[in-house]
């Protein structure tokens, strides 16, 4: 790791140039920042007062992703360059020091000293630099990820594992199938709902039952790499097994789809359980279409097993903690295969 000693003026440089990744995808549906925080970020660069030092790893194009201080560089390019990341302009509100003067207004409006001013800010850039291992870049960035609202591990994956996996995870969380199989609960803004479709399109290229990894969050970092090199043809036989599985998943369970149950069998219904997601959907995906469709005929009978099994102990621990140990993940993905099988085979 090297520090860089920059400036606001060539930080966005690079932005207008592509050289620095702010991942548009990636902002969390830009609403965690409201205008008021982003006016008292401005305000602090013309008070002078110093920002947070900001990560960034340098890919093999020598371009940064930044994965620490993305809100704050895009606040600060919307204020001074909104263009450069097609923004509408950020105008001043709210502000806590500089009083009204300044309200409603923009870049151009102040003064040509303060305009300097803020091109002028110094800012640290702490940079992991090319070649540097993945293990290593992610232990780096997990250890510094404690700021005010630290980064989500899929956050971590999207920021640092570049490619066409991040459009296709994108693209598969807004479809419809996976919304409506979902019951529009599972929210976008910390890429759950890209990490719960990353878990599925691993374990159909891991069979879990050859899982045996020791850190499931490699395991899915793998599995984003591996996800960047399949052709064309191999994602769309995916993402057919995907809407197969989504659709036999609410015709069966509806609105329980991927939740715990009430072991009383009981109408309550839970939140989204990851685990159940990938254990359900995957073993959805391998029946064909007439066994799906058969469980569907019965899901009254398949819906008695899956309320029994919420009596197993070993299960419920296998859905609830530790989800990534080997064990857990064979015992899991095997309940609800059983389950399917037995009632298929009546």
Known sequence: MITRNTTVDLLLSRIRTGRVDLQPDFQRQAGIWRATGKSRLIESLLLRI???????AEGDDEAWAMVDGIQRLTTIAQFIEPAAIDQAPLRLANLEYLGKEYDGKTFDDLPGRLQTRLRETELIVHLIRRGTPEEVKFNIFARINTGGLPLS?????HALIPGKGREILREWAES???????????????????????RFIAFRLTSPHDYDHDDFDRFLREAMRSLNTLSVAEVERLWAEF?????AAEAIFQQHAFRKRDRAGGSRRMPINKAL????????AEFDGAGRAFLGERRRKVEKEFVGLMNDVDFQGAISQGTGDPGKVRLRFGLISEIFESVAER
């Open 50 to 56: 110093p920002l947070p030092t900001f990560y960034a």
């Open 153 to 157: 591990r899929q956050e971590l994956r």
């Open 176 to 198: 419809d199938v996976f919304r409506s199989a979902t019951s529009y609960s599972v929210r976008s803004e910390r890429m759950v709902d890209r990490e719960m479709i990353l």
């Open 243 to 247: 809407v197969a599985a989504m659709r």
């Open 277 to 284: 997601f990938e254990a359900i959907s995957v073993n959805l």
